[in-house]
C-alpha cells in the first residue's frame, strides 16, 4: 500500500473491493459518457453497463482481482481508495499484446496526478510489450492523457452497442 498526494492511497485490489470497484466503475460511465449527440444518456448507460454494478458483474470483478493476485504477470490491476472508498482503477492484460483497461478515474479524482502515478505503475509492468486501448473518440481528457504516454490513433474505430464511438490507440516502443 502506498499513500499518494492527498491522502490517497493506490494499492492491488483485494476481493472484497470488488463491489466497490464495480459501484466506481459504473459512476464514472455515468460521468463520463452522457453525449447528446451520440445519444447516450444515463438510461442508455445503465442499459448497457449497469449490470456491472449487479451480483454477476461484482463476481466478475472478483475474478479479474483474483486473477491479477494469481498471475500478477498477466493481469495488472490497482485501485485509487480515499477517504470516501474507491475513486479508481486501472486494470491491463497480457497476451501477444499489453491490453490497457479498463481505467477509470471519479471527477473528483482528476486533475491530481492520479492517473500519472497508475501509468507509473502500469508502464513499468507492461515493459517493451506494444500496448493498445480502446477510448471513447469524445473523451478528449483521456486521448491527451494517453498522448502523453506516447499511444496514437491507429485509425480503427468501432461503435460499441451501436452506439458509443470508439477508437484505437497503441504505443509502441
Known amino acids: 500500500m502506498r499513500m499518494h498526494n492527498h491522502g490517497r492511497i493506490i494499492n492491488t485490489p483485494r476481493g472484497d473491493d470488488a463491489a466497490a470497484v464495480s459501484q466506481t466503475h459504473l459512476a464514472a460511465w455515468l460521468q463520463t459518457y452522457p453525449n447528446k449527440y451520440a445519444g447516450i444518456d444515463e438510461a442508455w448507460i445503465t442499459e448497457n453497463v449497469g ?3 449487479t451480483a454477476e458483474g461484482i463476481a466478475k470483478w472478483q475474478d479479474v482481482i483474483e486473477e491479477a493476485g494469481q498471475q500478477p504477470n498477466q493481469v495488472f490491476c490497482r485501485v485509487v481508495h480515499a477517504d470516501t472508498g474507491i475513486v479508481g482503477f ?6 501477444e499484446l499489453v491490453a490497457l483497461g479498463p481505467m477509470y478515474l471519479l471527477d473528483d479524482a482528476k486533475g491530481q496526478g492520479i492517473g ?27 486521448i491527451r492523457f494517453y498522448a502523453r504516454y506516447g499511444f496514437k490513433a491507429t485509425g480503427e474505430r468501432e461503435l460499441w452497442r451501436g452506439k458509443l464511438p470508439n477508437i484505437r490507440m497503441v504505443r509502441s516502443l
Open 51 to 53: 449490470s456491472v454494478a
Open 90 to 95: 486501472l486494470c491491463g492484460r497480457r497476451a
Open 116 to 142: 500519472s502515478q497508475l501509468m507509473s505503475e502500469f508502464l513499468p509492468w507492461a515493459g517493451d510489450t506494444p500496448m493498445r486501448l480502446w477510448v471513447t473518440d469524445y473523451n478528449l481528457r483521456a
